[in-house]
């Protein structure tokens, strides 16, 4: 297990700068997440911690040990791939040992290591089969054990799960999360997936244009996005310009493009007369009843049933926004709905 | 499943080609394997007989030829792979000059080998630019005997130089399709480059290897044009000597019999690299 810190880190490929001063600490074995859309950074981040890379400029560094040039193969790191990266030609058992024989570990040891991974991933009586012989989530629980069988320090996920199917993706993901607790391996998995990294993640770092947007806890992000990039990317929002019309210590009156709102806004230091830009989730905006702060009028685009829940696109004054409405209610496109929105509701943006 | 209709008119689009392999290449194959036994003989007598093939495996002349051409083919099988594998290697990655060199090495492509023989000869015969430089420099005193020369060195070297880029197109293929990502995961689990050769590269470009080995091996084993100009002058190629036994000689059947050897030794050796094969990569 170690701590990793990325200082200052910068990649660049030709004169783009794919990772731009990133500088993050992890500690001994937390689950991490970068998260963001392609082409944020977040595998080259991964990568140069992997060694794959070499950095631009910053540091790597385990243990506060620089790793700047220090090979991939000496690192004692694990990468699970997302194309899984099994060795074709070898049996499920020689894939898992693949790092044990590189590493000098004596046979039995070996033999031990390798039948424990598989007993843990639930692989038992499939060693000498081969890679081809598997389907795509026993692929991968392959690929987990091989990397979990060299007792690494760090253990690296490049979007290990975006080859599988959405059931056995919410079931490998758990496996993964249940196995780094046990074990209590210091993990930096990245993904695309916003679902994915809420469920798995102690801390989450969403990345944007190779820069690190915000970092914290998957409730803190989902629940108070700094940036408008965070608020839109994780999860759905409704995100707004309006003005402090009065403010009155944490409470504020907003105007907004379909009329005033009243809302907490929290710490953010916005003084009466600033515009400012605030967001807030669909799932805040229901059906209004009695003792709503905010009422507001809607005509329904689009009613979409989604099982739980109905997903409503809504005009507001020629505002579109959207809603969520229980899982009963009937509407029809063209229906004019009152809506209620709770102050608490609002989120302030940078 | 529903099964097309196949038309007679379809399998006519057939005779042309089966028809010309099996009239020209059939008929010819069939008649060596005839005569080799004495049938449809064109020299003498006609009736079966096994005794030109107990001549040639009693004929020291014969097996000499036999082992020149097999060590031809493997010596040329594996000079040419250990020329060209580091090359395929670098092509996959590449670096500056990949295009240039990709380019460059396809050059004996093509030339024919009779002329890619003479072109080499004037670098490696006994006045030729090679021992005239080594001399020039005073490295030997007197020139060295490269061409040919007994053991068939000559021979080895051109038929290495002329085949370098065919082997290079087979293995390049199957070295481009190993991801990235099956190395990378063997660096992150610890091997070095060395064991990244041996354990990850050799193994997944073995059906490939076997291949061109394959291929090398049935082209020198057979070959005629190299030898006839840069090997030595004993013992001849099995296939020289089948041409010499044929038109010098007149004892076609005797010939018959060597040009049936060459078929079965190719057919052998695909035979013993396709179980090498089906060993190394599990069948698959």
Redesign the interface.
């Known amino acids: 297990m170690s701590k990793l810190t990325l200082k200052n880190l910068t990649k660049r490929f030709d004169s783009v700068a794919a990772v731009d001063h990133v500088s993050l600490e992890v500690d001994e074995g937390e689950f991490v997440t970068l998260l963001g859309p392609s082409g944020c950074g977040k595998t080259t981040t991964l990568r140069t911690i ?3 890379y070499q950095p631009d400029e910053g540091e790597v560094l385990f243990n506060d040990r620089l790793m700047n040039n220090v ?4 690192r004692n ?3 699970c ?3 899984y ?5 070898m049996n499920v058992w020689d894939n898992i040992a ?2 044990l024989k ?2 000098k570990i004596p046979t039995d040891e070996q033999k031990k290591r390798v039948g424990d991974a598989l007993d843990m991933l639930s692989l038992t009586g499939m060693g000498l089969r ?1 890679p ?1 012989q598997l389907s795509g989530g026993q692929q991968q629980r392959v690929a987990l054990a ?1 990397a979990i069988v ?1 007792q690494p320090d760090i253990l690296l996920f490049d979007e290990p799960l975006s080859n599988l199917d959405a059931k056995l993706r919410v079931q490998v993901r758990v496996e993964i999360k249940e196995m780094q607790k046990r074990l209590g391996i210091t993990s930096i998995y990245v993904t695309h997936d916003q679902d994915e990294a809420l469920a798995i993640s102690d801390r989450i770092v969403v990345m944007n244009q190779g820069e690190i947007e915000q970092v914290g806890d998957p409730q803190s992000i989902y629940l108070h996005p700094r940036t408008s990039f965070v608020a839109g990317f994780i999860g759905l929002a409704n995100i707004l310009d309006g003005k402090i019309l009065a403010r009155d210590g944490e409470k504020v009156e907003l105007e907004t493009p379909f009329g005033k709102l009243r809302a907490l806004a929290g710490g953010f230091p916005a003084k009466v007369g600033e515009a400012v830009k605030f967001s807030f989730r669909p799932e805040n905006l229901n059906l209004y009843k009695d003792g709503d702060i905010n009422r507001i009028e809607g005509t329904i685009l689009h009613a979409i049933f989604m099982g739980d829940a109905t997903d409503l696109f809504i005009d507001v004054k020629g505002s579109r926004l959207r809603a969520r409405a229980g899982s009963t209610a009937r509407f029809n496109a063209g229906d004019v709905v009152e809506f209620g929105l709770g102050e608490a509701a609002f989120q302030f943006l940078e | 499943m529903e099964r097309k209709n196949v038309s007679a008119v379809h399998y006519l689009l057939l005779v042309p080609g089966v028809g010309f392999i099996l009239l020209f290449i059939g008929s010819s194959i069939f008649l060596t394997v005839t005569q080799s036994v004495g049938l449809f003989s064109i020299t003498g007598k006609s009736q079966f007989t096994l005794e030109n093939w107990n001549i040639v495996f009693h004929e020291k002349e014969s097996l000499d030829s036999i082992l020149f051409s097999m060590k031809m083919g493997l010596l040329s099988s594996i000079g040419t792979l250990l020329f060209a594998f580091p090359v395929a290697l670098f092509l996959r990655k590449g670096g500056s000059g990949k295009r240039f060199l990709a380019s460059l090495i396809k050059i004996p492509l093509f030339i024919p080998a009779l002329v890619a023989a003479f072109l080499i000869i004037n670098l490696i015969s006994f006045h030729g630019i090679i021992n005239e430089t080594l001399m020039a420099l005073h490295i030997i005193k007197s020139p060295l005997r490269m061409l040919n020369d007994k053991f068939g060195w000559g021979v080895v070297a051109i038929q290495v130089w002329k085949n370098i880029p065919f082997v290079l197109l087979i293995l390049s293929g199957s070295l481009a399709s190993i ?1 990235d ?2 190395v ?9 480059a060395f ?1 990244i050769l041996f ?2 590269y050799i ?2 470009a ?1 059906p490939a290897i076997l291949v061109s080995m394959i291929l090398m091996f049935i082209k020198a084993f057979g070959d005629f044009a190299i030898t006839s100009v840069a090997g030595p002058t004993y013992p001849p190629s099995i296939a020289l000597r089948m041409r010499n036994t044929a038109t010098m000689f007149q004892q076609w059947d005797k010939a018959a019999v060597l040009g049936v050897i060459i078929i079965l030794t190719t057919l052998f050796v695909t035979w013993i690299y396709s179980r090498l094969a089906e060993f190394v ?2 069948g ?1």
């Open positions: 992997a060694g794959f090979p991939p193969a000496k790191t694990a990468m791939f997302q194309s990266a099994l060795f074709p030609h693949f790092g590189m590493r081969k081809g091989r060299t | 991801r990502d099956t990378d995961a063997a660096r992150n689990l610890g091997a070095g064991s354990r990850i193994p997944l073995m990569t599990g698959e």
